[in-house]
């Protein structure tokens, strides 16, 4: 990048410097990309937790959601926070790193460290910005599988996710059967929806129409879109969150103060919670990669890849899924998720569907769910038991 715009000015050290381990593809190992064109170099940052055991059997791939990243377990780098999904992965937690191997990675597309639009452009030595080839979720998925090959692992004991990262598991089971022993979709979608592309394409205007995105490359020029980034993310956050969590969580309470004030100030909590969202998001996320990230969301539609039927993708598939919907999310619909499970049922899949009561919304399955805890932790249990690593470990004890 240009001397006048050093990546710590916009936050983005983690894009080219990440916290975690960094696995790198050169020339010879070309990503072909679905949309058309190739990727190389390029690179993946994935963490990992717990230990690979000798059979390389006890291996799970957990991926990450819109703006979520490689950090599902430990502190963030930028934020300091817990890992998005401390409250499942860990010690004694359903992900139990005492006993799996657990691999987590950046998306391609991303901005913690994995190839995306502000990683440096070899052909060019700026940052990619839309020079980046479009990004789809096969993409992700294909860059993931050369990872899994990276760390010499043929077969995954189980691949989970939830909302983009259910699409991603969908796309492993369909891409690799013979590679994911069993599957764990979570209010997730096997298509985007109409409405969904429509609440995307408000949040990449909002970013456009922000003055500093500057056609994209505002990195060069020592700028960011931090407003537009910001309006994108309360609007998207609103869809996380159901009526009921909302009006539980906030009502029409005033923020800080007596009476309305009758201006545009934030007089509302919820108003403040929002702005707050927004504000915070820009410090950690990049405004290209948000654009990149969605439209591989919009152009999600499994069964259009089969033909036009989603149980072609699973036919003879030998994988054990466990579909979870949350009866609240209106993002991604239990309708959805029973659609998953009927096209897993047509193609001969063994499947089991869980829809859980909560009015959390779309967000439940990132945050202490006791039904979805006890649910995950009985599904891994039942499927390490088919798979022997239950008696393995206790027969090595």
């Given at each position: 990048?240009?001397?006048?715009?050093?990546?710590?000015?916009?936050?983005?050290?983690?894009?080219?410097?990440?916290?975690?381990?960094?696995?790198?593809?050169?020339?010879?190992?070309?990503?072909?990309?679905a949309?058309?064109?190739?990727?190389?170099?390029?690179?993946?940052?994935?963490?990992?937790?717990?230990?690979?055991?000798?059979?390389?059997?006890?291996?799970?791939?957990?991926?990450?959601?819109?703006?979520?990243?490689?950090?599902?377990?430990?502190?963030?780098?930028?934020?300091?926070?817990?890992?998005?999904w401390?409250?499942?992965?860990?010690?004694?937690?359903?992900?139990?790193t005492?006993?799996?191997?657990?691999?987590?990675?950046?998306?391609i597309g991303?901005?913690?460290?994995?190839?995306?639009?502000?990683s440096?452009?070899?052909?060019?030595?700026?940052?990619?910005?839309l020079?980046?080839?479009?990004?789809?979720i096969?993409d992700?998925?294909?860059?993931?599988?050369?990872?899994?090959?990276?760390?010499?692992?043929?077969?995954?004991?189980?691949?989970?996710?939830?909302?983009?990262?259910?699409m991603?598991?969908?796309?492993?089971?369909?891409?690799?059967?013979?590679?994911?022993?069993?599957a764990?979709?979570?209010?997730?979608?096997?298509r985007?929806?109409?409405?969904?592309?429509?609440?995307?394409?408000?949040?990449?205007?909002?970013?456009?129409?922000?003055p500093?995105?500057?056609?994209?490359?505002?990195l060069?020029?020592?700028?960011?879109p931090?407003?537009?980034?910001?309006?994108?993310?309360?609007?998207?956050?609103?869809t996380?969150?159901?009526?009921?969590?909302?009006?539980?969580?906030?009502?029409?309470?005033?923020?800080?103060?007596?009476?309305?004030?009758?201006?545009?100030?934030?007089?509302?909590?919820?108003e403040?919670?929002?702005?707050?969202?927004?504000?915070?998001f820009?410090d950690?996320?990049?405004?290209n990669?948000y654009?990149?990230?969605?439209?591989?969301?919009?152009?999600?539609?499994l069964?259009?890849?089969?033909?036009?039927?989603?149980?072609?993708?699973?036919?003879?598939s030998?994988?054990?899924?466990?579909?979870?919907?949350?009866?609240?999310?209106?993002?991604?619909?239990?309708a959805?998720?029973?659609a998953?499970?009927?096209?897993?049922?047509?193609?001969?899949?063994?499947?089991?569907?869980?829809e859980?009561?909560?009015?959390?919304?779309?967000?439940?399955?990132?945050?202490?769910?006791p039904?979805f805890?006890?649910?995950?932790?009985?599904?891994?249990?039942?499927?390490?038991?088919?798979?022997?690593?239950?008696?393995?470990?206790?027969a090595?004890?």
């Amino acid at each position: 990048m240009t001397e006048n715009n050093p990546d710590s000015l916009l936050g983005l050290d983690e894009a080219v410097r990440p916290h975690s381990q960094v696995a790198a593809f050169d020339a010879t190992q070309p990503l072909t990309m679905a949309a058309g064109g190739i990727l190389s170099p390029f690179t993946i940052a994935y963490q990992t937790y717990g230990e690979l055991n000798a059979a390389k059997s006890n291996a799970i791939l957990i991926c990450h959601a819109l703006t979520g990243d490689q950090h599902v377990a430990n502190a963030h780098p930028l934020t300091g926070k817990p890992g998005w999904w401390s409250a499942l992965v860990g010690p004694g937690r359903p992900f139990d790193t005492e006993k799996y191997f657990i691999v987590c990675s950046n998306v391609i597309g991303g901005c913690m460290g994995s190839t995306g639009p502000a990683s440096y452009n070899p052909a060019t030595g700026e940052a990619y910005a839309l020079d980046l080839p479009m990004v789809t979720i096969a993409d992700m998925v294909r860059a993931q599988a050369m990872l899994i090959d990276r760390l010499g692992i043929d077969a995954l004991f189980c691949v989970a996710g939830g909302s983009m990262g259910g699409m991603q598991v969908l796309n492993w089971a369909a891409l690799y059967p013979e590679r994911v022993f069993s599957a764990m979709p979570i209010a997730t979608a096997p298509r985007h929806s109409s409405q969904n592309i429509a609440f995307h394409e408000v949040g990449r205007q909002a970013i456009m129409a922000d003055p500093d995105w500057r056609g994209g490359r505002y990195l060069e020029q020592g700028v960011r879109p931090a407003k537009g980034l910001a309006v994108a993310r309360m609007a998207a956050h609103i869809t996380y969150l159901s009526e009921e969590a909302l009006q539980r969580k906030f009502g029409r309470k005033l923020q800080d103060r007596a009476g309305p004030t009758f201006s545009f100030d934030a007089d509302f909590q919820v108003e403040n919670y929002l702005r707050r969202q927004g504000s915070t998001f820009v410090d950690r996320f990049d405004a290209n990669s948000y654009l990149y990230v969605t439209r591989a969301c919009d152009y999600f539609d499994l069964a259009q890849d089969y033909g036009g039927s989603l149980a072609r993708a699973f036919k003879g598939s030998r994988t054990r899924f466990c579909v979870v919907a949350f009866n609240s999310d209106w993002l991604y619909t239990p309708a959805e998720s029973r659609a998953i499970v009927h096209a897993l049922n047509a193609g001969g899949a063994s499947v089991s569907f869980v829809e859980i009561d909560t009015d959390k919304g779309h967000d439940a399955f990132l945050l202490n769910e006791p039904d979805f805890i006890a649910t995950t932790r009985g599904f891994l249990h039942g499927a390490a038991k088919a798979r022997g690593l239950i008696e393995k470990e206790a027969a090595k004890s």
